[in-house]
Structure formats: C-alpha cells, structure tokens
C-alpha cells in the first residue's frame, strides 16, 4: 500500500486541482483530511449539497475559558475538494486533525490559518529572491501562475524549504503526533490500496517522518475535560468573512479573485477583476473612463511581462488600476502590497477594489443540516410572538403580553442577533420610558449568530444568562460595562443570575475607583430592586448584592478624598444621594445604616475634603441619623445646622458647600427653624466682588430645588423681609443674576471713588 501526503496551502484553488487530480487518479481506500476528528460521524452533513461557502463553527466552555472558531470551506479549498472528491470515488472519509475545542487551538480563532505564515524567515528570504512584496504575490507567482504540470515538484520545494528552516511550536507538534497516528492506521487497514492525506503544507515533512513505523490503531478522540460543553455545526459563511483583508486569518486574500480562477482559469478571473473593479467604482461614483481601463489593461499586460507570468496575475492587475484610477500621491502603501486587514487612510478607489476582490457571495445551508436547539427555540418563540415578520412595532411594557414581546427582543440584542434595533424606550432604571419601539428586518446573516449564540445556551433565556455572566467576568472594575448588564437583566427577564455571577458582581463592584459611575449603578440597582414590578427584578439578589457593595465602595472612596479647593461635581454629590437612597431603603440587602454615618460625620468634618462633598455628608448624616438612628445625638462632633452653614460661609467655599448640602438634603435642612433668614443674612453679607465669585456655585446648589420649591423659598424670602409681592415674579426678574451682580459691583465701585474723592454721600 502506499501513502500520498500532499501538502497544501488551504483555499488555494491550484492545490485544489492537484487535490481533486491525485484522488481520480489513485482512487484509494481512504481520503484522510485535516480538520475536527470529532466530526467525522457527521461527514454526511457536509456532503448534502450547500451552496458555499460554509464553515464548522465550534463553541467550547468550561469553567475557566470560552472559546470560539471557525474551520471554513468554499468551493477551491482544498479539504472540501478532497472531501467531494473523495466520496465520488468511493474513498473512506476521515478528519484527521485535533478538536476545534482542543487547547492546542487555544489561540487560534480560524482552523485553516496558514501555519508557514508563523515561521516567516523562509517565507520573507523567498520574497526577497523572487523579487515580490509579501507571501500572497510569492504564492501567486510560484504556484497560482506557475505551470501546473509542475505543481506537485513546486509545493513540495516550497513546504520543504519552509520547514527545514523552522521547528514547529508546541501546539503544531501535538497535532502532527495525532495526525500521524491517523496515517499510521490508514495505511495498516487499506491492505493494498492507496491512501491520500490532504493536510496543510507546513505539516507534510513531520507527517511524512511520523507516520513510518509506531502503533496502527485508529486514534481515539480526546475525551472533553469534566464539565465542559462543546457543540459544533455548519453555518454559513461569506467571501467578506474570508477575506485577509478583513482580518481573515488565511493566507488567501480576494476570495472572489480565486473563485473566477478556479472557475475559469488566470486569463478569465483577470479580465473579470477589471470588470468587477470598474462596475463597483461607477456604482459608488468614482469617474472611469474607457481610456482608464485601457490604461490598465495595458500596463497589467506589461507588469506580467516583467514579472514573468503568462497573463496578469492578481496584483498585476490591481497595480495596473492603480497607476491609472489613482492620481494623488499615497500615504500608506497599497494594500496587496502588505498582508492583513485593510489599513486606515486608504484612498477611496483603492478600498473600493479591494472590495470588488473580495465579493458578495453568502454561503446558504441544505434544509437537512442539523442546527442546535437554540435555533429551533429562536424560531418558535419568533412566531409565537408575531416577531417573525419584517417591520415596525411599537410595544407598551405596561402590557403583559407587549412585555414578554420585548423580552424576547431584548435577548435576541443581547446575544446581538442582528435584524432586531430598538430605536426608543427606557435607558436606565431611573427612565420613566414605557413604550419602545423596534424595527424588524430580516437579516442574512441571522442564522449563522443563531448557531454561534447556541453554544450559550438550548433556550434564549438560558442562552442570555450565560452571555450576561460571561460580560460581567468580562468587564471587572469596568463600571458602566456592569451597569449595563444589570439593566439587560432587567430588560431580558432573566431573573437571578447564579452564585458565581453574583459575586463576580460584586467584586466587580468593589474594585471600583470612580464615585459617579459608582452612583450611578448604585442608583439603577437600587430603582430596579426597590419597585421595579414591571421587569421583575425586585428584591433580586443580584441586584442586592450590588447594593451593599456599591453603598459600601462609594463610602471608602469618600473617606479619603481630598481637594479643598475642588468645584462642586453634580456626578460626585449624586453618588452621595445613591447612598442615602440605599441606606434609607436597602437595608434587606445588608446597606447598614450605622457605618453611613460613621463615614459621614467624618467626611462633613474634614477640612481637607472638597467642600461639595462635606456638605453631601453633613446631609447624610443628618437624614440617615433622623430617619434612621432616630438618636442625632450620636453623630459624634456634628455641628448645628446654623454652626455647620456660618463655617462653610466663613471658608469662602458657600456655593460648593450648598450644593452637596442641597442635594443630599434639601428638605431637612431647610425645616429647620431659623435657616432661610441664616442664608439670606449670609449671602446678603457678601461684598460685590466675592458674590460675583460664589454666584455660579449658588446657581448650582440652588438648581437642586424643583422649580416649585424654588418659587416657596421666594415667597418666604419676601415675607422675611416684609416685602409684598409674588415669589414667582422674583424668580422671573428680566436681567440675569450675572447683570445684578455685575450692577451691584458697579455701584460699590462707584461708592469707593466717590468717597475716595470726598464726593461721598452727604457731601455737598
């Protein structure tokens, strides 16, 4: 019996010829293949006549990592012509290869990423050689371009060269060992009939060396590690999804460019791409003429020449457009030019090629495919709400039936399914919003985000749940990131989240180090735990859990904050008001009431705090110590109301210090007998030019006051200096305070030089 080992560069449609060429002519026994072993009971599914391309998508989880990737094909790839031509034949179909799942693959994101290209030295010294910008154009002017009688001779130069100059990383050696033990066992049971392996050209030289002698066994798949989950289906895929230049991890740019050359050989994909390049160009308004193709033409033509190939290849014909459409000189280098996605700053025709290059195909799946539960679900759940159809809704989520509507649209964005965009509705915990509105599209793409989010989950519920824990251990420390998570958990429906998510919530949480984003999911937690009915997360433990732990980081991070000389910051004082909302209502979630004061008759004290937040605490503790404690007494060194309001005047910090006052207890402060006429007194002190200077903070500290009690504080103003008239009408005076206060200032410089030139009041 005998082993052919052809070694390949994947969706290369050169080595898919000699793939499909080699297998007629030997027609062995088995066809052994570079992909997932663990597929091989479903071979089947990939023979039942997709329109490609399609690819094998594997989601992998456990308790420590979830990992996610791809093994694509299309209709030049070498393992799928091995696979379709093999089963023409007769052949015993096999992959041959590690599980996507295995940590082997760890890294890597798409199965089929060209190994030679991570031991380049060889590959950069053969570019220098032959006089080419990088491996593409190597590849295109050796293989591609090459004389295909020689294919067979040239790869394995190429491979050859590229592995003698490299050893193989850990993970390339442990697949090579199990491949091998593949080959080993082929060969033993083929008896007298040809075995074929189809694997990646850098593997060829170990598998050739590996697979003489050793145990003739067929491998066993490796078994999964305890608890973890693994699923792997088809879905389909596209040509923009392949191609490197949009961060594609294959060495095969333009996957339109090779389809026409598989199709219909060199001279026809070259004609094709000026084309292709020409049609895309008009249709978004780039000017090309009959003269500009034809200039192209001619110097693809000529660059072929030069360059040695028998008609344009591939970047003959771009630079060929290039040096015709493009008349500016250009910044970055063109993108044939370089490997990789595609780099800012390109010029607008040039970006419009590449795409042309790379094409529109979508991939479709035979109606026989198997898909994961999760699809089926999505489906039922699709009609059974009416959501199964293209349009606008509106949903009211004070209807019960609307609100189980939304949930369901709110899982589906969660696991960013796309086709579903809600363009109004609440925000916040704290958005009084109770209609949204959605937009339905059917979306091509929608299947294959159903069976990648399946890996989450056999429901959507449960398929969110995981998603959501998933962006919680995703984002600690990250604030806004948990925010939004706790109100998609409101959104969703989902209920608890578990145990572990709860406490990752929490030290999440607790490694917080900015008060206004603090507050802030301080405050949505606490409006979604305290009565939010309508989305079913009151008194959740998940949102209790924040509650104590965002109450208890906001009062540390206070207790050591310090800034004299800092303005008031509305964000800073709201975090303030967080806490006292958690403290007067929180308490079944373990916000104690007793370390709030602890914390706030400090904070109020402290001359080196920033004066916003001495008064946010001096309010604290008074309202918890009242409502709370019911014991004022013991807030130890807590001045009066009046002591505490004539030392913030007496610090020239008055505005600043009214502000946190004011937004943390407006009401309470302000009951107290004696207060108004203190602040009237004390402001009415102030000299022109030092009122000119506290105005904007007295604006802000003021600006909490509901525009009603604004107008009561007015009325008893005008009452406590005997004058008649409406609050009201004091509150709309024409001129802006800014002009009172610059005429005030005007009229008390006026009075210094008149007395200073002893021209004062009644001196004649």
Known sequence: MSLTVIGVRHHSPACARLVAATIRALRPAYVLIEGPSDMNG??????????????????????????????????????????????????????????????????????????????????????????????????????????????????????????????????????????????????????DRPVVAVVGGFHRPALLRLAEGGPADWPPVPDLPAGAVV?????????????????????????????????????TAARHLVTAVAGRLRGRGHPVSTADLIAARTTAEALALLRGHPVPARVDVLDGLASALVAEALDVPLPWSVRGALTAGQHPAVVEMTAALSGARLGRLHPDTPLPPLVHAVTAELERHGLDRSGEITVDLLDPRDRERS?????????????????????????????????????????????????????????????????????????????AVLFDVALSGVGELTGDVLEQLGHGVAAGTDLAELGRVLSVALALWRHDELFGTAGTAALGVVLEAATRRILWLSDGLHGPGRPADPKRIRAVVAVRDAVLHGRRAGVLPAAAVEVAGRVAVDRAAPPDLRGAFYGLARVVAAAVLTDLPGVPGLPTPAEAVRGAFAGGTAGDWLAGLFGVARETVLAVDGMLPLLDDLISGFAADEFLVALPALRQAFEFFPPRERETIADRLLDWRGMTGSGRALLRVPATPEVVAAGMALDELVERRLSAAGLGTGER
Request: charged share 25%; with cysteine; net charge negative.
């Open 42 to 191: 479903r071979i089947g599914e990939m023979l039942l006549g997709h329109e490609l391309p399609v690819a094998v998508f594997t989601n992998y989880a456990d308790g420590e990592r979830r990992h996610g990737s791809w093994a694509p094909f299309c209709a030049y790839s070498p393992e799928w012509v091995a696979l379709q031509t093999g089963h023409e034949t007769g052949a015993e179909l096999r992959f041959i290869d590690l599980p996507a799942w295995h940590e082997a693959f760890a890294d890597r994101s798409n199965r089929y990423a060209d190994a030679e290209l991570r031991y380049a030295e060889a590959v950069d010294r053969l570019c220098t050689t032959f006089g080419v910008d990088n491996t593409d154009a190597l590849w295109d002017h050796l293989v591609e371009m090459g004389p295909q009688e020689e294919i067979a001779e040239r790869l394995t130069a190429y491979f050859d060269l590229i592995r003698g100059e490299s050893a193989a990383g850990e993970s390339d050696t442990a697949r090579e060992a199990y491949m091998a033990g593949w080959l080993r066992a082929a060969r033993a049971h083929a008896g």
């Open 231 to 267: 699923g792997s289906y088809l879905v389909p895929y596209s040509f923009r999804r392949l191609d490197a230049f949009a961060g594609y991890q294959s060495g095969m740019p333009s996957p339109e460019y090779y389809q026409q050359l598989w199709d219909h050989g060199p001279e």
């Open 407 to 483: 949930r369901v649209l709110h899982r589906l964005r969660v696991m960013a399914i796309p086709g579903y965009a809600r363009s109004t509705g609440p925000e916040s915990g704290l958005d009084p919003a109770l209609v949204e509105t959605w937009t339905l599209r059917d979306e091509g793409s929608r299947l294959v985000a159903l069976i990648e989010a399946g890996g989450y989950g056999a429901t959507l519920p449960a398929a969110v749940e995981a998603r959501l824990a998933e962006r919680v251990a995703e984002s600690p420390g990250d604030l806004a990131a948990l925010a």
